[in-house]
């Protein structure tokens, strides 16, 4: 493991198909996840632009780790997926183990 493992360690994307647009995301981890005027929640590149293509993933920053996977487990539409960079498997999300 390197030292930017828990900077790097984790991805996150959500599956806008499914987003009911109810907030819970926003409210754990608002670094990480933001509505666009679509009503739908998107995740954000390190810099605060929103991700809009299908799938795209964006890092989780180390301290919001355990926001971020909260917001998956107890998102409404089962939509948020944190998958470990190394190789994508899913930890958290509709996909996980
Ligand atoms: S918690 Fe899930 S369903 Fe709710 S706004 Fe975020 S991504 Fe959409």
Avoid: N
């Avoid at 005027?37 to 810099?47: H, S, T």
């Amino acid at each position: 493991m390197s030292a930017r493992t828990g900077t790097d360690g984790l991805r996150v994307w959500i599956d806008q198909d499914l987003c009911t647009g109810d907030g819970l995301c926003v409210q754990y981890a608002p670094e990480v996840f933001e509505f666009d005027i679509d009503g739908l929640a998107y995740v954000k590149d390190p810099g605060g632009e929103l991700l809009q293509s299908p799938g795209a993933r964006t890092g989780v920053p180390a301290r919001l780790r355990l926001e971020v996977i909260d917001a998956a487990k107890e998102c409404p539409g089962d939509c948020i997926h944190v998958v470990r960079a190394a190789d994508d498997v899913e930890i958290a999300g509709p996909d996980a183990g």
